[in-house]
């Protein structure tokens, strides 16, 4: 605890704790003398009031009240760390599961360097065919609601102690995306070995690869939705757009004759049950792993947020109409503060403080006929205002 310190000891008692013990650490102030600790740290918050906007140049962050801390770190906090987690080591997984149906390809041409798949193809897989579901996640997902963030403010541990972006979250993605190239590329190449088209000739190296890079792109996407803990219309509309969008591309891109040999391939495909039964099977079992592996973990190892989500699973939620997500009811304290955000706002001169304005609850409240006590602190504050003596305006 420091007490009547310069700005400049505030930085560096910041730096003693970020570099001496080594934790991540976070400085929020309202006032130009907190600028040099809001710099010094890993995080800066800065709080826009009657000091000035000094602070909030100088942060990462900015709110209008300390109150808002709260937020800022258990709820939005919470889920930012959640779906950087997600979006990195999804972009991890759908890589290497497109990569190594390639390396397994290799082995079959004895190392010669012949390509599996055509270049528009995975020109295009980043950054169409896979790019908008991940984009959704990054934006939409939350494990557990804004209210059940804040009641249980014990998931906030789980960023601390980084449960999901350690090795062994990494490790997992990684054998399932070798689990599922395995699949889809024995799965296509098996089949296509004993399967004809509508002439009787047998496929060639580029409807095989068309089929496989068919079966990839389903896969992936599907398996993005399985990670979620929040689906809304947004997550299907992009999942079933990015797969909409391949086969448009591919029943374009077939329809142009190139000396690459693409030509009409879909068309031959699409003309025989081995194309729909193909397409229908290997999702599937690639998946299966994938699912009996979270339904393992969740029934017997679960994480602290599905904890929670089992607890309230039941309970409805309003606000979360139309999403996959675990809902709440209002505490009476919640209701009581969310009745108080909607009475109108207080213009006097005493906005802008980083705490409450003072009276602002208790005056309007009972107005309104909400019960909303004074607190200690405004009360005093209101007595020092009144007892200030009031300057004489110039002319």
Known sequence: VCCRVSPLQKAQVTSLVKKGARKITLSIGDGANDVSMIQAAHVGVGIS?????????????????????TDLLLVHGRWSYLRICKVVTYFFYKNLTFTLTQFWYTFQTGFSGQRFYDDWFQS????????????????????????????????????????????????????????????????????????????????????????????????????????????????????????LAWFVFILLYSGVYTPRGIYSVFYVLISTIYFYVILLLVPVVALFGDFLFQGVQRLFFPYDYQIVQEMHRHEPDGSSAGLLEIGNQLTPDEA????????????????????????????????????????????????????????????
């Open 49 to 69: 009031g009657l000091e000035g906007m000094q602070a909030v140049m100088a942060s990462d962050f900015a709110i209008a009240q300390f109150r808002f801390l």
């Open 336 to 395: 009581r503060s969310f009745a108080v955000a909607q009475l109108p706002g207080e213009k006097s001169k005493h906005t802008g403080f980083a705490f409450d304005s003072p009276g602002y609850e208790s005056f309007f409240a009972s107005q309104a006929g909400v019960l909303a006590p004074q607190k200690p602190w405004d009360v005093a504050r209101r007595a020092s205002m009144r007892s200030r003596a009031k300057t004489p305006r110039k002319n």
């Open 124 to 243: 295009l897989y980043n950054v169409i065919f896979t790019a908008l579901p991940v984009i959704m996640v990054g934006l939409f997902d939350k494990d557990v609601s804004a209210s059940l963030s804040k009641k249980y403010p014990e998931l906030y541990k789980e960023g601390i102690r980084n449960t999901f972006f350690k090795w062994r979250v990494v490790a997992t993605l990684a054998f399932f995306a070798l689990y599922q190239s395995l699949i889809v590329y024995n799965f296509v190449i098996a089949s296509s070995s004993i399967s004809v088209d509508s002439s009787g000739k047998m496929f060639g190296i580029w409807d095989v690869s068309t089929m496989a890079f068919n079966c990839i792109v389903v896969t992936v996407n599907l398996r993005l939705l399985m990670m979620c803990d929040t689906i809304t219309r947004w997550h299907h509309i992009s999942v079933g757009g990015s797969i």
